[in-house]
């Protein structure tokens, strides 16, 4: 158990819909970063929240959007889902803001979309 | 901008022989650099980092990687390869001089046969 908590473990949804993933940091942690894999774009970085503010922004559709709460955790929330954004994402947490000392990833949300 | 290449989608050994799984990199000032492993169905754990210092690097499970500036590579090495080391391998980076995230790279799956 690495200390980052993602719900849920899996997802199927239709086309159109929308969803909304969780992730609770490690104890302690104050930055959250998402990222999606897939098969064909590898490990893709979303975005990140530091202590409750957007601190960086990736390849992050505008049907997404994520928001890191006062307890410090954190929901990604996609919309108007279609079938490419089947995919694992992840959810990360860091002490610091920039990283340096590496990331502590949760075991993922697969999410499905047919 | 920052960049990690791992030029190969899969690398094979037989068990008890040496293996590298190879990672090159392109930042415009001094890296960070992380190597990560992934095991099915599984979020990304910490191998080993290099921030400063002795260029070679030890981590987890008896990995070790070689930083070499000249050549801007990372390479991840063990002198002796397990059975249970097969699994998806991801080389990141940061580059400290600015603010940015860690970016990774497609990964590099690791088959040990035995």
């Known amino acids: 158990d690495s200390g980052v908590t993602q719900t849920p473990k899996h997802l199927i949804t239709a086309t159109g819909q929308r969803v909304t993933l969780r992730c609770s940091p490690r104890?302690?942690?104050?930055?959250v970063y998402w990222y999606q894999q897939s098969l064909d774009q590898g490990l893709q970085f979303l975005i990140q929240?530091?202590?409750?503010?957007?601190?960086a922004k990736g390849n992050i559709l505008e049907r997404f959007s994520a928001q890191q709460f006062p307890d410090l955790h954190s929901e990604l929330n996609l919309s108007s889902l279609e079938l490419g954004d089947s995919a694992l994402y992840f959810c990360?947490?860091?002490?610091?803001?920039?990283?340096?000392?590496?990331?502590?990833f949760g075991s993922g949300t697969r999410l499905t979309v047919v | 901008a920052q960049s990690v290449a791992q030029p190969e989608d899969q690398v094979n050994v037989a068990e008890g022989n040496p293996l590298t799984v190879k990672c090159t990199y392109s930042v415009s000032g001094n890296p960070y650099l992380f190597w990560y492993v992934q095991y099915p169905n599984r979020g990304l754990q910490f191998l080993l980092k290099y921030i400063t210092g002795d260029n070679l690097v030890k981590g987890s499970y008896g990995f070790e990687a070689e930083f070499n500036k000249s050549q801007t590579s990372f390479h991840l090495k063990k002198p002796s390869a397990l059975v249970s080391d097969s699994a998806l391998y991801f080389c990141a980076v940061r580059d400290p001089s600015g603010y940015s995230t860690l970016t990774f790279g497609k990964g590099t799956m690791l088959l040990v046969s035995p």
């Open positions: 929240y530091y202590n409750g503010e957007e601190r």
């Open positions: 990360a947490s860091s002490v610091t803001g920039d990283g340096n000392y590496g990331y502590t």
């Open positions: 104890s302690g942690d104050l930055s």
